[in-house]
């Protein structure tokens, strides 16, 4: 048979057979479907349709990182500012030219106070200031002031301008979800491509690609007769448009039903797309592999992973990399098969090079360049939590997530850090605990969760629900309800301050209480706490009681003070759970979300403002309308004063409590916090805050076996290692005391050391 004989010949069995198809999908039917079958058949070729009329493969919601932000009160550098206008390309202007979208320039303090509404300049009557000004890639404007000491002042947004809790560069598209299913994609024209990563698809993957209709007969007949000649399936005759189709309309089943229908399908979209459109739709969304909990789709998304570099600046090997990963992204992973995927890459290019796509030169260039080198994941395992927060979100919202793009309060950076410093502590623990690598090995890992916000904005920066989303979707920072031991205390003396007791109304941080064994009587029944240390200390100061979470103390003081308004502070405060007025209660028996402590906590941080958390920023519905953008709501719900004297309470936790650990580990920075350990050593926790920031972290089991940790010796070096790399972000200040309240020095209970609290006027 000659080979212009057996391509017709083949030619004429697949018409056959399409003709045959064709006409039974006209009926919605196969003979032997059920009335079932028929409508389920004409309802996905409806769909099939709709898909094919609005050229629209896939829906998916898109979530953004947000990008380089600025707020009043950060710290400011001017060359790492101009490093992310150059990784956002964004065009530096100077003097008097014009900003367009994309441009940003610096300007001097004449010009920038032109700007600013005249009751929105007061910092530029005490002190220089420079400024900068610049246009989105969104076209949105932003102005920020920035001090001599390099000290962010004030934030604008206009035209006209107005004062703006923020100002920032933009978001980075970082995931998309279908269904709750995690991918990395991004879209691109067919003109972004190099055109050496077009050929090198077409090369390996249809080089018939630009001639034939959407079945490649010739390849068909190819792989027919090789698949014959060895025995087995050795090569598919598939065309990218049979790809596209298969992938992406139909299921992967394995019949002569489902290939006829591909076959039929793969015609009819060469009928109505172009070819640019079909290698386009292609190349954006076809599976390149696995990255941390996410699936990888499109070149566009590849380049970043495996290259760390925009579509655009693929160079011919890296190119033909991306064309090998195609057929197999699990055997052709650079970094996991290096051999298979080296000489996948080269049969690219030696294919290449036989269809004269590239020179000889080229192609002996290409074949000696290395692999790449795997780069350090930056929360690829946890990052999905935050998105799971979001959903949940937009759910409270009643807002559509189906084809949303969404703007998150993610930053990347933290979320990496949050990341790595539970995945450390972890393995520490693992190491160094006899218990813990017991419990391992008989399969009951220690868990862990993560989450930050800023004080001023209420943004939620970080969540880390556990050590790999892959492993376990259970998102432990959402969705955990669980005791919280001493970290409900705080609240407990802030009722304390509120309202005072048995008649004391200047209750201060030296006020005497008393930590002794005692018994409360409640309902016919007697509850008698005990310290962690099974000693008492006898008559004590009230800061003594809290920086060393003594439990006959705190639960005198809430005796005294009322379980009622207790409860009461703790809600207003944030807490939303269930609170019952048991003695238990005081010491933190009700179980209660992580979420919650977050919004206590910084509530706390913020000096009794509070303000609500959120995980979004902006939201765009598909049809690109707003349809939220936060604005930070602050209000007080209990005065401010006795607040502020809490936490400088606080504060001597970190410094000689039970958080004094953070001393050793480096941590010097003015703050508060509060640890937590429930009774059985189920949960350990550890709850901190500085001026501008507030984290929670945790440790324990899924399965609440005990771990026989506490929150000094397992969330407290998170907490740290964590807050550590605020130091770029925020200065080290102090909190901004009102002129309500003032610095005492004083003794400390027990020894000679002296430091300060603070103390209503």
């Known amino acids: 048979m000659t080979s212009m004989n057996y391509q017709q010949n083949t030619k004429a069995l697949i018409l056959t057979f399409l003709l045959v198809f064709q006409a039974s999908t006209a009926h919605a039917i196969w003979p032997f ?7 389920a058949v004409t ?40 490093s992310q206008l150059q990784k956002q390309n964004y065009r530096i202007r100077e003097g008097a030219q014009s900003l367009l979208t994309g441009d940003a320039k610096k300007i001097d303090e004449r010009e920038c106070k032109s700007f600013i509404p005249s009751e929105q300049q007061s910092f530029f009557e005490t002190q220089k200031v420079s400024c900068w000004v610049w246009q989105t890639h969104e076209s949105e404007n932003y102005l920020v002031v920035i001090s001599a000491e390099n000290i962010v002042l004030g934030t604008f947004k206009g035209l006209p301008w107005k004062i703006d809790w923020h100002a920032a560069l933009d978001p980075n598209l970082v995931a998309q979800f279908r269904g709750k299913e995690p991918i990395m994609q991004s879209d691109h024209k067919i003109s972004d491509f190099p055109v050496n990563c077009l050929n090198a698809v077409m090369a390996i993957e249809d080089n018939d690609f630009l001639d034939h209709s959407g079945v490649s007969y010739t390849g068909m007949g190819r792989a027919f007769v090789k698949n ?17 189709v298969k992938n992406y309309f139909l299921t992967p089943e394995k019949t002569l039903k489902r290939k006829l229908k591909e076959f039929y399908l793969a015609i009819k979209v060469e009928s109505e797309w172009s070819k640019d459109e079909i290698l386009e739709t292609y190349l954006n969304i076809i599976y390149m592999g696995q990255y941390g909990a996410f699936q990888v789709h499109g070149f566009g998304s590849a380049a970043q992973v495996y290259y760390g570099k925009s579509i655009q600046d693929l160079s011919l090997p890296e190119c033909a990399l991306l064309a090998a990963i195609i057929n197999n992204p699990s055997q052709n992973n650079p970094w996991k098969k290096a051999e298979k995927a080296l000489g996948r890459r080269n049969l690219v290019l030696s294919k290449m090079n036989e269809l004269k796509l590239i020179s000889p030169e080229e192609f002996e ?17 946890t990052a999905p939590y935050f998105f799971d927060a979001v959903r949940k979100q937009m759910a409270q919202l009643n807002i559509p997530i189906e084809g949303a793009s969404i703007v998150t309060s993610l930053d990347l950076d933290a979320q990496a850090r949050a990341q790595k410093s539970l995945l450390a502590q972890i393995s520490a623990l693992e190491l160094s605990r006899k218990n813990i690598q017991t419990n391992k090995e008989k399969g009951f890992r220690l868990e862990g969760l993560v989450l930050s916000s800023e004080n001023a904005t209420g943004l939620v920066n970080v969540v880390v629900g556990g050590q790999s989303y892959r492993q376990t979707q259970f998102n432990r920072a959402v969705e955990s309800h669980r005791q919280i031991g001493s970290l409900v205390k705080p609240f407990v003396y802030l009722t304390a301050l509120l309202y005072g007791y048995e008649g004391t109304t200047d209750v201060n941080p030296l006020t005497l209480i008393q930590d002794e064994r005692f018994e409360w009587k409640y309902d016919k029944k007697k509850w008698a706490p005990d310290n962690y240390e099974k000693t008492f200390n006898g008559e004590i100061p009230l800061y003594f009681g809290l920086a060393h979470s003594l439990n006959a103390a705190t639960a005198q003081l809430a005796m005294k003070t009322g379980i009622h308004k207790v409860i009461d502070t703790a809600q207003k405060m944030g807490f939303t759970s269930k609170m019952d007025e048991v003695p238990s209660t005081s010491l933190g028996a009700t179980q209660h979300y992580p979420l919650e402590l977050l919004q206590a906590y910084q509530t706390l941080g913020s000096l009794g403002e509070f303000t609500p958390i959120s995980f979004i920023e902006k939201i765009e519905d598909r049809d690109g309308k707003v349809v939220y953008e936060h604005q930070p709501k602050k209000e007080f719900k209990v005065d401010q004063t006795a607040v502020e004297v809490l936490v400088g309470m606080m504060q ?40 501008h920031q507030t984290t929670i972290t945790w440790l324990g089991y899924d399965q609440s076996l005990s771990s026989k940790l506490t929150g000094a010796s397992g969330p407290v070096p998170i907490w740290v290692q964590f807050m550590k790399g605020y130091d770029q972000t925020w200065p080290a200040d102090d ?27």
């Open 735 to 761: 909190f901004k005391w009102t002129d309500k309240v003032e610095k005492r020095k004083v003794n400390l209970f027990k020894t000679e050391k002296e430091t300060e609290f603070i103390f209503k006027k």
């Open 228 to 244: 014959i000649i060895k025995l087995r399936a050795a090569q598919g005759g598939s065309t990218i448009t049979q790809q596209l």
């Open 43 to 82: 309802a996905s070729n409806e769909k099939i349709e709709k898909k094919l009329q609005q050229k629209e493969l896939t829906v998916s919601t898109r979530y953004f990182a947000r990008g380089p932000s600025y707020t009043p009160g950060q710290k400011w550098s001017e060359s790492v500012f101009e």
């Open 365 to 381: 260039s290409a074949k000696a360049s290395p692999l790449p080198i795997q780069p350090t994941a930056k929360a690829s395992e």
């Open 33 to 39: 479907d059920s009335e079932a079958d028929k409508a």
């Open 652 to 691: 001597e936790t970190l410094k000689t409590g039970t958080a004094q650990a953070s001393k050793a580990l480096g941590w010097l920075q003015p703050s508060g916090g509060k640890t937590g350990t429930t009774s059985d050593n189920k949960d350990a926790w550890f709850a901190g805050f500085t001026p």
